[in-house]
């Protein structure tokens, strides 16, 4: 009954979304204000509708009805309550479910917050935004039905697979797709400019704050990504260029070069149908992200064996979306007319150069990602393109970026000069450059790369503070007049600050963990002897213990270790081997312990008879700013949208006192 | 309108042309490697309360199918009423390969739903499904005389397989 309920109001919301576009066609037409209240109704039609599919999926869940395939082939009753909640969107059908889910909260958060825009403008965006909604639900209810039902009733189910009943991996898709889907409202703005044939200031500062928010849920969501291969793969690795992980950094790098280029746009009227192009290319790369790499159109053999039907579907969905907007763009681009000019030395030329850096960097991966696939489509061959790549390639190309950030974020628009700013950048260049000269002294691992990555790290951070003291002139005014300067920053500039330094920790912790890592690793045998411990880095780490795991949903080895230094034990932590007898899977779960410097991990083996355990120790510096430093960059880009100078729409910006300002027209 | 601004099209269009051809390759049609080959060596015990497992000499002397499925497959379960009407046609006896299960659940399995296969080998490891490079249940090899295969079909048998692929192949293995 509930899958029917759940099926039923799917149906519906497919034809609240595909009549809408046609509908508010119609009403632009005829020029009838009316349509515009349809369109804001529609919006939240279509997400009341779609909620309440998701309601009734999660239901099928929780009281494990295996009458419906997905739950069958997807969850088990031995699972914990959580995971069979997670496992709502642990599967296909469910995932694209909740990928609905969130484009339709997107278009009702448009419709509760957007009460000032532009009437045609709004109304142009959500006829797009409908037909992009009612293009997914299309593509779930005739290929990847959520409710559909066996014609048998198995005993049990399949289970999730178990990599994924981990908390981290729960959270990660929903942010993922937050990021994702969150640029469909900016794209659907571009098409409803590009419509128009007007983009300006105006359109610029109504966008930005939805693309700050996808940019924000993607930066979140690929953090957590990484965090989850580094705790739950067992090797510490973090991020290995694989096609998933490429496909969310690419339009997490479209992305950032667009929410660069609207400021642009916002500030000087120009750079308009590049920008336009950024948030069509944003979304268009989410969307390759998501449904031809992660569904294995073109890598792996068995998702799509199933149904070779959504493939072409969703190519089908590809071609109408990106190409029609494309399209479009060939046709109107010329429409849009900038008005402000360009100096060599300003913000708007330094903007311009990061985007150029950040559209090569986002091209390079794109072709590292997709060319191997092409090779093995045209021939027998097979080649993989991989971290050396990458390392040799992309590293250099955004540390050339990095360098000029500081520069960059000091300009003054419109006519900026060098040498000030130079100057005032010199303290952070002689606290970079002893950086580089102590970690080559103390020689960590003697790597120059490291070096020059904890070089760069502070370079970006110092440069960061001392934007801020001279922004708000320090010892240079009296303090006071220092500190109402510091409040009155507008929370856009100290988004820029706080996202700024999150790439400052974000650089440190990856030169943390991938120039100055250690390793260890032997057989050791359960006790507290000396055949028992493995040391490391002044180190020493015990194994206690191995006990025999029994749970509810796998069996296995938990192996306890206690990290002690010179005779005193710091922490006990247990590194565990798991098997998922329902899905016959092995995993691994790796002890960490947190210290102030970096992590300690380790892992266990299966036991090798008359040999002992093998035990793997690695040693990554400063792991745990990684994650904070993505966090930190997410959360700029949230301090950029609460900026209410910037969303009073049409106020025109003056000077630093955009807070103090009442909250705009709206 | 300026020429450039058709460029990110044209390079779509490229691309969306590449992933069409990509898309034609039906990946369920990916010939197997074990074509025309011999059958790999399996020596497989009897499932829990059996009494005879399935080996490369039960394979001997007529075309044959071997049906590799697991009692925590769901679509085997969809299957099995089709691998049930095959073996009351009496065309073509049906071999099974137990996939990874646990200890008496397969034949608690085949008691309860009913029995299609001549013969089963207990897979519990999964070694013979690894040589036979099968990578989902379920999958079904048909064998030639010689206990050569001479199909691989991925996934559900169903009518309209049967009616148009293997029933014909058999036939022609079977009249030569």
Redesign the interface.
């Known amino acids: 009954m509930i899958a029917e309920i759940g099926q039923f109001v799917l149906i519906l919301a497919f034809c609240v979304a595909i009549s809408q576009p046609i509908l508010l066609a119609a009403g632009l037409r005829a020029r009838d204000p009316v349509f515009h209240s349809v369109a804001r109704a529609g919006a939240l039609a279509q997400f009341a509708l779609i909620a309440a599919a998701f309601v009734c999926l999660t239901w099928l869940f929780a009281v494990s009805d295996f009458s419906v395939l997905v739950v069958a082939e997807n969850s088990h009753t031995s699972k914990p309550f959580l995971y069979k909640l997670t496992g709502v969107w642990g599967n296909h059908e469910g995932s694209m479910l909740l990928w609905v889910l969130i484009l339709t909260s997107y278009t009702a958060a448009l419709a509760l917050t957007a009460k000032q825009v532009a009437p045609r403008l709004i109304t142009l965006t959500f006829a797009v935004q409908s037909a992009v909604t009612s293009a997914f639900i299309g593509f779930l209810l005739f290929t990847s039905n959520p409710f559909e039902r066996l014609d048998f009733l198995p005993e049990n189910g399949r289970d999730l697979n178990p990599l994924l009943q981990d908390p981290g991996l729960a959270s990660h898709p929903p942010m993922l797709y937050a990021g994702y889907v969150g640029f469909s409202i900016t794209f659907a703005f571009a098409v409803a400019a590009l419509i128009e044939g007007r983009a300006d200031a105006r359109w610029a500062r109504i966008v930005r704050p939805w693309a700050l928010a996808a940019w924000s849920f993607l930066t979140f969501g690929i953090m957590l990504g990484a965090s989850w291969a580094y705790y739950e793969l067992g090797w510490g690795g973090w991020w290995a260029w694989d096609p998933v992980e490429n496909a969310s950094l690419l339009p997490w790098l479209a992305g950032t070069a667009f929410i660069h280029s609207l400021r642009v746009m916002e500030k000087r009227d120009t750079l308009k149908s590049w920008t336009i192009l950024l948030a069509i290319l944003a979304f268009s790369l989410s969307l390759a992200g998501t449904f031809l790499v992660r569904s294995g159109v073109l890598t792996s053999v068995h998702s799509f064996a199933v149904d070779p039907q959504r493939g072409v579907f969703i190519l089908a969905i590809l071609i109408a979306v990106i190409g029609g907007a494309l399209t479009l763009y060939g046709l109107r681009a010329h429409t849009l007319k900038p008005t402000g000019v360009f100096s060599t030395i300003s913000r708007e030329s330094a903007l311009l150069l990061n985007n150029l850096v950040l559209a090569s960097a986002c091209a390079l991966v794109f072709f590292g990602t997709f060319y191997p696939l092409f090779i093995t489509t045209v021939s027998d061959q097979t080649i993989s393109i991989g971290a050396p790549f990458y390392n040799r390639t992309f590293n250099p190309m955004l540390a050339a970026l990095l360098v000029l950030l500081p520069i960059g974020s000091m300009l003054a628009w419109k006519r900026g000069k060098l040498g000030p700013i130079l100057r005032k950048l010199l303290p952070a260049l002689l606290i970079a450059l002893i950086a580089v000269a102590l970690a080559l002294w103390l020689s960590f691992t003697g790597s120059l790369a490291g070096a020059l990555g904890a070089g760069l790290a502070l370079w970006i951070g110092v440069g960061v503070v001392l934007d801020i003291t001279s922004r708000i002139k320090l010892a240079q005014i009296p303090l006071a007049a220092s500190m109402t300067r510091l409040r009155n920053l507008p929370l856009g500039i100290w988004g820029m600050f706080v996202s700024h330094l999150g790439v400052a920790m974000i650089v440190f912790a990856i030169t943390g963990v991938s120039a100055w890592n250690q390793e260890e690793r032997a057989f050791l045998q359960t006790g507290r002897g000396a055949s028992s411990t493995l040391q490391i880095a002044g180190y020493d780490i015990t194994l206690v213990e191995v006990r025999d795991l029994r749970r509810e949903n796998y069996i296995g080895d938990e192996g306890v270790l206690e990290l002690s230094r010179n005779g005193r034990v710091l922490e006990t932590m247990t590194a565990e081997r798991r098997f998922y007898p329902v899905r016959q899977m092995p995993t691994t779960e790796s002890a960490i312990a947190t210290r102030w410097w970096g992590d300690v991990y380790a892992t266990i083996g299966p036991e090798v008879p008359g040999r002992g355990w093998p035990v793997h120790i690695y040693l990554y510096p400063f792991a745990l700013l990684l994650w904070i430093g993505g966090g930190v960059a997410s959360l700029g880009g949230v301090l950029s949208i609460a900026d209410r100078g910037r969303r009073s729409l049409g106020t025109p910006r003056s000077g630093v006192s955009g807070l103090s300002k009442p909250a705009g027209k709206g | 309108?300026?020429w450039y601004?058709?460029l990110?099209?044209i390079g779509?269009?490229v691309?969306?042309i590449?992933?069409?051809?990509?898309?034609r390759?039906?990946?369920?049609s990916?010939p197997s490697q074990l074509i025309d080959e011999p059958f790999p060596i399996i020596n497989l015990p009897a499932l829990e309360g059996r009494e005879f497992g399935l080996s490369n000499e039960d394979l001997q002397g007529h075309v044959s199918l071997v049906n590799v499925f697991g009692t925590?497959?769901?679509p085997c379960?969809?299957e099995h009423p089709m691998l049930m009407l095959i073996k009351r046609t009496e065309i073509v006896p049906i071999y099974g390969i137990d996939w990874?299960d646990?200890p008496g659940a397969g034949t608690e399995w085949l008691a309860r739903r009913g029995d299609p296969y001549r013969l089963v080998g207990n897979d519990a490891d999964?070694h013979a499904a690894i040589d036979l490079g099968v990578?989902?249940a379920p999958e079904t090899f048909l064998l030639d005389r010689e206990g050569r295969v001479r199909y691989h079909h991925?996934?559900i048998i169903t009518q309209e397989n049967w009616n148009e692929t293997l029933l014909p192949m058999i036939r022609e293995l079977q009249n030569s």
């Open positions: 309108m300026r601004s058709f990110p099209l779509f269009v691309m969306a590449y992933f069409g051809l990509g898309l390759q039906d990946p369920s990916i925590w497959c769901a379960v969809v990874r646990q999964g990578t989902g991925i996934g």
